[in-house]
């Protein structure tokens, strides 16, 4: 199991949850605005928790914690992932995995054992300009679709979410996908945050009245949608 880290204790990962975080590492896409490129890159160090430590403190947290969610990285790649979620469905915690939606046969595989409880799906952008946002030439849009199409049917809780990056969207992009996963139950609009550890520097967020307008046009057609992370 590709482990590259662990958050112990976080109140904005599962939304609310109190819960921890595990980091598996290994991505299929670069997107260019990535915050966790190190997950995504090859590792220059080995990561300092093991799997048997993380059980062992989520062990002793049952009364504290409430779920742990799986993120990366795309914890779809990483074959011991039913494994993973196993062990902590042992334990009695809900589990969150976040996803690219490239894998939908592995979600509905996971929901149909109760292995998960929530999905955080990314939405780069519209279809048509996913090879952009996405950082690779030909994304599965066929598995993303299935993907999308499975959580709108509801089977579980779940949230679609796209992190807003000026330099890389524009008023169309919000049109198409609020087309696109219309009658979504949660959407969230993220703001881009600047880091270090950004795969491609150079990009920058948009202004609240920015995001606030995009919002309004994903309403049209997801009435529920909300920003995440406007200060
Ligand atoms: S943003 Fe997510 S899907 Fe894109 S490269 Fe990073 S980990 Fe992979």
């Given amino acids: 199991m590709n482990i590259q880290g662990f958050t112990k204790t976080t109140l904005l990962d599962y939304p609310g949850k109190v ?20 997950l995504v890159l090859p590792p220059k160090q080995k990561p300092s928790d093991s799997l048997e430590d993380i059980l062992l ?11 742990v969610c799986i993120s990366g990285g795309e914890p779809t790649l990483d074959p011991d992932l039913p494994s993973l979620c196993e062990q902590l469905k042992s334990l009695g915690y809900l589990v969150k995995l976040d996803t690219n939606g490239t894998n939908p046969g592995l979600l509905r595989e996971l929901a149909g054992e109760h292995l998960i409880d929530y999905v ?7 279809p048509m300009h996913y090879p952009k946002l996405a950082g690779i030439s030909k994304p599965d849009m066929d598995s993303i679709q ?3 199409q499975w959580l709108l049917a509801n089977v579980l809780p779940y949230e679609f979410r796209t992190t807003v990056v000026r330099e890389l969207h524009a008023e169309e992009d919000f049109i198409e996908i609020s087309r696109w996963l219309a009658g979504a139950s949660q959407y969230y609009l993220q703001a881009y945050r600047d880091s270090p550890q950004v795969m491609r520097r150079g990009y920058t967020a948009c202004t609240k009245e920015e995001m606030e307008h995009y ?6 057609f997801i009435p529920t949608a909300q ?3 406007i200060d």
Avoid at 19 to 38: D, E, T, Y
Avoid at 57 to 67: C, P, Q
Avoid at 215 to 220: A, F, G, M
């Fill in 146 to 148: 299935q993907s999308v």
């Fill in 215 to 220: 919002l309004e046009l994903v309403r049209s």
């Fill in 227 to 229: 920003l995440r992370g």
């Fill in 120 to 126: 955080a799906m990314d939405i780069k952008s519209c």
């Fill in 57 to 67: 403190f989520l062990k002793k947290r049952r009364k504290i914690l409430d779920g």
């Fill in 19 to 38: 819960a921890a975080v595990i980091f598996l590492g290994g991505c299929n896409f670069r997107c260019p605005f990535c915050h966790n490129s190190s």
